[in-house]
C-alpha cells in the first residue's frame, strides 16, 4: 500500500481501535511525529514501522497492492445495478484488506445497497398491504352492480408498482454513473446512504 492510502488507512484503524497518536506511537515505540507524518502522507515508513503498526492495528500493511484495483472499483460500483447486496458484500469482504480504496467503496456502495433493499422493502409492504386493506373494506361494503371494471383496488396496485419501477431506475442510473465516474478517476457519490457500515 502507498501513501496517501497508506496513511489514511493507519487513521482510520487507530481510530477504530480508539487510540490517539501518541498512544499509538508509544505502543509501537516509534514518535508521534513520525505518527503524524505517516497518516498525513508525507512519508512512507520503514520496513520495520510498517510490521509494528501492522501488529497493533491488526492489518497487513506490507501485503501488495492489489492488482487491477480500478477493475474491482468498478466491479463494486457496477454490482450496485443489480440492488442485490450479496454481490458487493462478496467483493468487499474478500478485498478490503488487499485495498484501501476497495475497502471504503465497498463500505459506500454497501451502505446505499442495504439502504435501497430497506426501501424496496418498504414499497413491497405498502404494495401488499394497500390491495388487502381495500379488499377488507369492499368485503363489508361491496360495490353496486354495474360498476365501472376498473375499480380503486386495480388502480391502487398499478400506481404502487411505480415507486418500485422508479427505485429500480435510480439504482441502475447510481450504478452505471458511479461506475463511470470511477473508471475516469473522478469522485463518486452515493445519494440517501444510510452509514450502515462504518
Known amino acids: 500500500m502507498k501513501q496517501p492510502e497508506l496513511g489514511m488507512k493507519v487513521?482510520?484503524?487507530?481510530?477504530?481501535?480508539?487510540?490517539?497518536?501518541?498512544?499509538?506511537?508509544?505502543?509501537?515505540?516509534?514518535?508521534?511525529?513520525?505518527?503524524?507524518?505517516i497518516e498525513s502522507g508525507e512519508v512512507d515508513p520503514r520496513l520495520f514501522t510498517l510490521n509494528t503498526l501492522g501488529e497493533v492495528l491488526e492489518?497487513?500493511?506490507?501485503?501488495?497492492d492489489l492488482e487491477n484495483e480500478t477493475l474491482w472499483l468498478a466491479a463494486l460500483h457496477l454490482s450496485s445495478t443489480l440492488s442485490i447486496v450479496l454481490i458487493p458484500l462478496l467483493i468487499w469482504s474478500w478485498k478490503k484488506?488487499?485495498?484501501?480504496?476497495?475497502?471504503?467503496?465497498?463500505?459506500?456502495?454497501?451502505?446505499?445497497?442495504?439502504?435501497?433493499?430497506?426501501?424496496?422493502?418498504?414499497?413491497?409492504?405498502?404494495?401488499?398491504?394497500?390491495?388487502?386493506?381495500?379488499?377488507?373494506?369492499?368485503?363489508?361494503?361491496?360495490?353496486?352492480?354495474?360498476?365501472?371494471?376498473?375499480?380503486?383496488?386495480?388502480?391502487?396496485?398499478i400506481g404502487a408498482t411505480i415507486p418500485l419501477f422508479l427505485i429500480g431506475l435510480f439504482t441502475f442510473y447510481q450504478g452505471i454513473k458511479n461506475t463511470?465516474?470511477?473508471?475516469?478517476?473522478?469522485?463518486?457519490?452515493?445519494?440517501?446512504?444510510?452509514?450502515?457500515?462504518?
Open 97 to 157: 484488506k488487499q485495498s484501501y480504496k476497495v475497502d471504503r467503496h465497498g463500505r459506500d456502495v454497501l451502505n446505499f445497497q442495504i439502504t435501497i433493499t430497506i426501501l424496496l422493502f418498504v414499497s413491497v409492504l405498502c404494495l401488499m398491504l394497500a390491495p388487502v386493506a381495500l379488499i377488507v373494506r369492499d368485503a363489508s361494503n361491496p360495490p353496486p352492480i354495474g360498476s365501472p371494471s376498473l375499480g380503486v383496488l386495480e388502480i391502487m396496485v
Open 59 to 64: 492489518f497487513d500493511f506490507t501485503a501488495g
Open 180 to 198: 463511470i465516474r470511477v473508471l475516469s478517476d473522478k469522485p463518486y457519490y452515493y445519494p440517501l446512504s444510510i452509514k450502515f457500515v462504518k
Open 11 to 37: 487513521s482510520e484503524l487507530r481510530q477504530e481501535k480508539g487510540m490517539t497518536q501518541e498512544n499509538l506511537a508509544e505502543i509501537c515505540e516509534i514518535s508521534t511525529r513520525t505518527v503524524q507524518r
